[in-house]
């Protein structure tokens, strides 16, 4: 068989270092490129099919619709944006490596909550970022922690995970329930003293307990990234091979700082108008700011986060997701909150770490269920239904607790006992 022409050859042969012996003209190629990260993108989560609403939810808000389907539609944008985040910064973690994926996780890990928040705190709404937090602790740790252990127990009669990571994580929410409790208690134990300024006491507390609590979380960090990464490795290899294959393959870091960008922007914005409309809800609907910020925000800000915990369950990853359930509620407890707190020292707001004392109460008594349900590294169904209906309790109370309840519980349970004692 005769060699073929040096221009056969050529035009046959091998492209150099993997390209196409014709490069298609940039101008050509970007757009397509773009349209094919954009779709796989898009398509990496069902919940994105609700991206319909963002550009309704803000024109709704632009327009001065009525506050309840300004509230609803914005509720609903939110869930998918959620996603898109939480995909972004997957995406970015794969590609900067550990200890900076490992910050990037905390930072933008839980940011609808955190926008919602700084948005809220911006206009004063105190009650709603505190709830919110508080929920968002609450519905992890609880409803999505119940999830877990209900769907890992439907194929299988218990479920086995390592039991040092989880009582690590419950010990650090342990640490954080006291540091709610200490400042409610001085509140009420000075409330009354007209020598001492309470107010003022109560932040200055609030203000040094969270740079301690922020302290300890990157103390945390270093724990998991480095001293002690041995005893998180059987987390991280829950993800599978294939599935770290498919991390970072989609965006590059370039893309994915686009994606987070536009996507936060977004979220500002139907955060925005979302609680510009709570005022209006709360008088209309006659549900408490509470409530909307306790139980309903915290769903939207979660929702992408449960599913997949969720899922990882239900394949037999039990690791995986009490690290996604508890992690999440840790990294809002000791890295979100004393955030906020420290924001709204520098923004002249009064945002403390003194939550009600029933809230308060609420929160130390979820922390004790799930370390006791956690400790000997072991669920089932039956301790899912448990959370799930601690959890349904909780949502309860909240719905027929009023906004202007007092704040004096912890005081008064405290002062009771001693007399009785």
Not at 89 to 99: D, N, R, S, V
Not at 194 to 208: I, N, Q, Y
Not at 262 to 290: F, G, P, Q
Request: glycine content about 8%; aromatic content about 8%; overall charge negative.
């Amino acid at each position: 068989m005769p060699a073929p022409a040096n221009g056969s050859l050529n035009s046959e042969s091998t492209p150099l270092l993997g390209r196409p012996h014709v490069d298609e003209p940039r101008w050509k190629s970007f757009p397509k490129h773009v349209a094919n990260v954009t779709w796989k993108t898009l398509s990496s989560n069902y919940v994105n099919v609700l991206l319909v609403f963002v550009p309704i939810g803000i024109i709704a808000g632009a327009l001065g619709w009525s506050p309840t389907a300004v509230f609803v539609l914005n509720f609903i944008a939110i869930m998918p944006l959620a996603g898109l985040l939480s995909f972004a910064t997957e995406e970015l973690a794969a590609k900067l490596g550990q200890t900076l994926g490992g910050l990037m996780n905390a930072t933008f890990g839980n940011a609808v909550e955190l926008i919602v928040s700084i948005v809220a705190l911006k206009e004063g709404q105190i009650r709603i970022v505190q709830a919110s937090m508080l929920g968002s602790i609450l519905s992890n740790m609880l409803l999505v922690l119940g999830c877990c252990f209900l769907a890992g127990g439907l194929r299988a009669q218990e479920r086995e995970f390592n039991s040092t990571v989880a009582s690590t994580m419950s010990s650090l929410m342990a640490v954080s329930s006291a540091s709610l409790i200490i400042p409610a208690t001085l509140y009420a134990a000075i409330q009354d003293n007209k020598e001492v300024e309470t107010d003022k006491s109560v932040e200055l507390l609030s203000r040094g307990t969270s740079i301690i609590l922020l302290l300890l979380y990157i103390l945390y960090l270093y724990f998991q990234l480095k001293s002690h990464h041995a005893l998180f490795a059987d987390v991280e290899n829950q993800n599978g091979e294939d599935e770290e294959q498919e991390e970072g393959q989609t965006l590059t870091p370039i893309a994915g700082g686009v994606v987070l960008v536009v996507v936060t922007v977004m979220v500002a914005v139907c955060a925005e108008y979302l609680v510009d409309s709570i005022d209006a809800i709360v008088e209309s609907a006659h549900i408490s700011r509470t409530f909307i910020g306790l139980i309903l925000i915290p769903i939207v800000g979660n929702a992408a986060e449960h599913v997949t915990a969720v899922v990882v369950a239900y394949k037999g990853k039990m690791d995986l997701a009490i690290n996604v359930a508890i992690g999440s509620s840790m990294q809002i407890a000791l890295f979100v909150t004393p955030f906020l707190v420290i924001l709204g020292w520098i923004m002249h707001q009064p945002m403390t770490l003194q939550f009600q004392g029933f809230e308060t109460m609420v929160f130390f008594l979820s922390v004790l269920i799930v370390n006791y349900l956690i400790q000997d590294g072991k669920s089932n169904y039956l301790e899912g239904a448990m959370c799930l209906g601690t959890y349904a309790i909780i949502a309860l109370a909240f719905y027929v607790y009023p906004d202007n309840a007092s704040g004096n519980l912890t005081g008064n349970f405290i002062r009771n006992f001693f007399r009785a004692h």
